[in-house]
């Protein structure tokens, strides 16, 4: 049974800081690229950040400079380090795995999400 689980989700001040974890399991991880999404209230999805199977990561514009993502094929587990958080990050934050042949996404997988909550 293919599982992601985040957790680290949590209320915090303007300017804080939190991580977030994704643990996968039921596929082989280090085939997949990893990333993580997000949803505002009442609003749509938005793509935050991207690690790719070599270790290339990507980011949002609202993000970069301020979120780091990370993955540990040993521990078959990625990771989003939040840093310098604002109001506007509130969000719930879902892991998503992806597997490409080339340009092709042949499978996904989502995690059912952990809320962040940035405010005062």
């Known amino acids: 049974e293919v599982q992601l689980l985040e957790s680290g989700g949590d209320l915090v001040q303007p300017g804080g800081s939190l991580r977030l974890s994704c643990a996968a399991s039921g596929f082989t991880f280090y085939n997949y690229a990893m990333s993580w999404v997000r949803q505002a209230p009442g609003k749509g999805l938005e793509w935050v950040s991207t690690i790719a199977q070599g270790g290339s990561t990507s980011y949002s514009d609202s993000v970069k400079g301020r979120f780091t993502i990370s993955r540990d094929n040993a521990k078959n587990s990625v990771y989003l380090q939040m840093n310098s958080l604002k109001p506007e990050d509130t969000a719930v934050y879902y892991c998503?795995?992806?597997?490409?042949?080339?340009?092709?996404?042949?499978?996904?997988?989502w995690g059912q999400g952990t809320q962040v909550t940035v405010s005062s």
């Open positions: 998503k795995a992806e597997l490409f042949s080339g340009l092709v996404l042949q499978n996904e997988y």
